[in-house]
């Protein structure tokens, strides 16, 4: 099982990133996909969730409105869209599977924003 996260890097406050998490090694049209995320000092803590029958999506509360997340089956992918991104956006975001008791995490991507 793999899941190797990119898109992230330096931008400064107010612009965009998409972030991507290609995933091989399991059934990835059966499992929900979320990113997550984890600042210096702080919990790991959800951004967004799409589920795997329906796509219906969960967001944080601190990303309503600026973050979509998507999903291509086909292309065994999952996406975060980041608009109007924040200081307080800067984190390490993490790629997560998780279907029943199996649960999979990806090594992480570094998002950084500043002027």
């Known amino acids: 099982v793999q899941l190797v996260e990119s898109g992230g890097g330096l931008v400064q406050p107010g612009g965009s990133l998409r972030l991507s998490c290609a995933a091989s090694?399991?059934?990835?049209?059966?499992?929900?996909m979320s990113w997550y995320r984890q600042a210096p000092g702080k919990e790991r803590e959800l951004v967004a969730r799409?589920?795997?029958?329906?796509?219906?999506?969960i967001y944080a509360d601190f990303v309503k409105g600026r973050f979509t997340i998507s999903r291509d089956n086909a292309k065994n992918t999952v996406y975060l869209q980041m608009n109007s991104l924040k200081p307080e956006d800067t984190a390490v975001y993490y790629c997560n599977a998780q279907r029943a008791w199996y649960d999979y995490w990806g090594q992480g991507t570094q998002v950084t924003v500043s002027s």
């Open positions: 090694g399991f059934t990835f049209s059966s499992y929900s």
């Open positions: 799409i589920i795997s029958v329906g796509g219906s999506t």
